[in-house]
Nanobody
């Protein structure tokens, strides 16, 4: 059984920073399509950042220059460093990944349960 679990959310002031983590646990052979999404109340889920197939990173215009996505392959963990936070960044942040549990097995989609980020003075 594979699980994705986010952590690191909380309350931050405008201009502040938070670092989110997304850790994969269980039997993991390979991870791809690592992505952060967010969803604010009453809004659809929004793509935030992801690793491309070539290993580069891509960001939504709303977070470009403020957020940075990184990964630790040895720990099966992805991070989202969020700087210069704004009230409009308030949302539940969720991670997504395609995970192959063993060589030759099909990749399956996994979502974390989400972590709340609130930006307010």
């Amino acid at each position: 059984q594979v699980q994705l679990e986010e952590s690191g959310g909380g309350l931050a002031q405008p201009g502040g920073s938070l670092r989110l983590s997304c850790a994969a646990s269980g039997t993991v052979f390979a991870i791809s399509a690592l992505t952060w999404y967010r969803q604010a109340p009453g809004n659809p889920r929004e793509w935030v950042a992801s690793f491309t197939s070539g290993g580069a990173t891509a960001y939504a215009d709303s977070v470009k220059g403020r957020f940075a996505i990184t990964r630790d392959n040895a720990e099966n963990t992805m991070y989202l460093q969020m700087n210069n936070l704004k009230p409009e960044d308030t949302a539940v942040y969720l991670c997504y990944a395609l995970i192959r549990q063993r060589s030759g097995a099909p990749r399956k989609e996994y979502w974390g349960q989400g972590t709340q980020v609130t930006v307010s003075s």
